[in-house]
């Protein structure tokens, strides 16, 4: 269940997240969404990753997590890895109904 109270401190996170992502695909990301995220971040919230090292160790929100992957499907992610993402998703969904 997404906590909508943490969407403004997911939007911190997932700027800083961005930041790693190779320029051939942060490109590919709409302008209008990464404004959207700078103007409903939560201005008081403080994350800073150096590395990529940092982005494994840090425990991210569960819906930075979401973000993330909703991006990565939407503008990233070839039709056979937005499949593969899909059936992820979808197996995730079934165990978490059980």
């Given amino acids: 269940m997404v906590n909508l109270l943490n969407l403004p401190k997911a939007y911190v996170e997932v700027l800083e997240v961005l930041?790693?992502?190779p320029q051939k695909a942060y490109i590919k990301i709409p302008t209008e969404k990464i404004?959207?995220?700078?103007r409903n971040k939560d201005k008081t919230y403080d994350i800073k990753?150096?590395?990529?090292e940092d982005l494994r160790k840090k425990k991210l929100l569960k819906e930075t997590k979401i973000i993330v992957i909703q991006i990565i499907r939407e503008y990233i992610a070839t039709s056979s890895q937005r499949?593969?993402?899909?059936?992820i998703l979808k197996l995730n969904d079934k165990k978490?109904?059980?």
């Fill in 49 to 52: 990753l150096k590395s990529k």
């Fill in 19 to 21: 930041q790693f992502f």
């Fill in 96 to 98: 978490g109904k059980n």
């Fill in 83 to 87: 499949k593969k993402i899909d059936d």
């Fill in 35 to 38: 404004k959207f995220f700078e």
